[in-house]
């Protein structure tokens, strides 16, 4: 690949690379991310994943409109925290998710303009109570089969709902028509793989996220580092939902 030497610091977000748990890996000359001056290693491995996903959802596959309340559940999370920041860079109303206090303020601190604490009410009658019942025009979810049905619930005639993981397990088998009752509304379950087709695709994406964090526009919360030795914790971590943030592991 042009422009790249040894020794020059570099990512990777391919999703066809394997076994990227590991001290030496070998990508595809392509698919490297040379990394600008200003972000470091650790920087670069807690963004771009995650910003990748983010970008894609708020810019792509439903492109926040200035104006429009846009609800991103799991707002203290990794992706969620930098969907709530793009949205915001796009002059949407961004309403958050999530599970504690300690978490409110982190979604909050990002940008977040409402936040919905799901475990002390139903986000469903708190959405309709926010938008005086009209509704969300998109729902950015990773948390999938838990949350479904109130997010058919939440949004306006012919919102979107992309969903990106599925957390809370995957989604039941369901009657199209539910769709329409909803409101003509819209359904895609999304992947990076999808959405960075090329390596150009790939750059142009990677490109817009560094120059955000370069430029202090969309800021990184680091939840934990994990000696690459110690990936269990961080995964029991991952699971027990008490994390927040991007959890990283150093070689």
Not at 10 to 24: F, I
Request: net charge neutral; glycine share 10%.
């Amino acid at each position: 690949m042009s422009g790249v030497t040894p020794g020059d610091l570099v990512a990777w977000a391919w999703p066809g690379v394997p076994s990227s748990y590991a001290e030496r890996v070998t990508v595809p000359a392509q698919w490297i991310l040379p990394l600008p001056p200003r972000i470091d290693p650790e920087t670069a491995a807690a963004v771009l994943i995650q910003g990748l996903t983010a970008h894609y959802l708020s810019q792509t596959a439903y492109p926040v409109q200035p104006g429009q309340t846009v609800l991103v559940h799991a707002g203290a999370g990794g992706v969620g925290q930098l969907l709530t920041q793009m949205a915001k860079l796009r002059g949407g109303r961004v309403i958050c998710t999530v599970s504690t206090a300690q978490k409110e303020k982190l979604a909050r601190d990002n940008g977040a303009d409402e936040v919905i604490r799901y475990t002390e009410t139903d986000f469903a009658a708190e959405v309709a109570r926010l938008t005086t019942g009209a509704g969300v025009a998109a729902i950015y979810d990773g948390v999938g089969g838990t949350t479904f049905d109130g997010n058919l619930a939440s949004l306006a005639p012919r919102g979107v709902l992309a969903i990106y993981g599925q957390a809370g397990g995957p989604i039941p088998p369901f009657d199209p028509a539910r769709l329409v009752q909803a409101g003509s509304v819209y359904l895609t379950r999304t992947s990076l793989v999808h959405y960075a087709r090329s390596p150009q695709e790939l750059r142009a994406r990677a490109t817009d996220v560094f120059d955000w964090v370069q430029s202090g526009q969309v800021r990184i919360h680091i939840g934990g580092r994990y000696p690459l030795t110690d990936a269990r914790s961080a995964h029991q971590e991952l699971e027990s939902r008490r994390s927040s943030g991007k959890l990283i592991l150093i070689p």
